[in-house]
């Protein structure tokens, strides 16, 4: 990997971790996830060029960012463990997510999920969440683990990388007919 791309993948982590956090309303306790392709942020076809180095450019960008604010990671494994998620033990005790018996590698499981779990204290991979926001990193189809109701979000950085970013932060449903108030702040 060339020197360009990670630092352009360590730039562009951090201005779009920071802008999504601001825009979806994050808050410590919250979960994002995140999900990437590797392949795809060093402009390889996703699946085919799986890249430890982009993957702890990316983890070494994001992971000091939401630990300062407490909010809480979930990553999201590759097709080949089922899109299984890598949290901390302390993040499925507290949400109720029972973990699977499983360890991600960077041909199963992708990359970055193996980085960030690498680097948590107690990490567990579960199988569902529902999460408050979400960064998709090269068209890994995170949208199966956000919270029911997901609104788009554009930022001012398209991609990581050679990856396409694509995010999401999350709200509760609106519920009622013509007569329903709703509150003025979203969370």
């Known amino acids: ?22 825009v979806a309303h994050l808050t410590a306790g919250q979960i994002l996830v ?35 604010r407490g909010i809480l990671l979930a990553v999201q494994c590759c097709e080949h463990l089922n899109r299984a998620l890598i949290v901390e033990r302390t993040t499925a005790e507290k949400f109720g997510y029972d973990p699977v018996w499983v360890k991600p590698q960077p041909k199963a499981g992708g990359s970055f999920a193996t980085a960030v779990w690498d680097s948590m204290t107690d990490p567990v991979a579960i199988e569902f969440i529902q999460a408050h926001a979400g960064m998709d990193i090269g068209g890994t189809l995170i949208g199966m683990h956000l919270r029911r109701v997901a609104v ?22 609106y519920i009622g007919g013509p007569r329903a108030e709703y509150q003025t702040d979203e969370p």
Not at 42 to 66: T, Y
Not at 156 to 173: D, F, M, Y
């Open 1 to 22: 990997m060339s020197n360009y791309i990670e630092t352009t993948i360590t730039r562009d982590a951090e201005t779009a971790i920071r802008e999504l956090i601001e």
């Open 34 to 68: 995140i999900g990437c392709s590797s392949s795809e942020m060093v402009g390889e076809r996703i699946g085919k060029h799986s890249s430890m180095e982009a993957a702890l450019s990316l983890r070494n960008a994001v992971l000091p960012i939401l630990e300062e």
């Open 152 to 173: 788009p979000v554009r930022l001012s950085v398209s991609k990581i990388g050679e990856a396409s970013l694509v995010c999401a932060r999350t709200r509760p449903a």
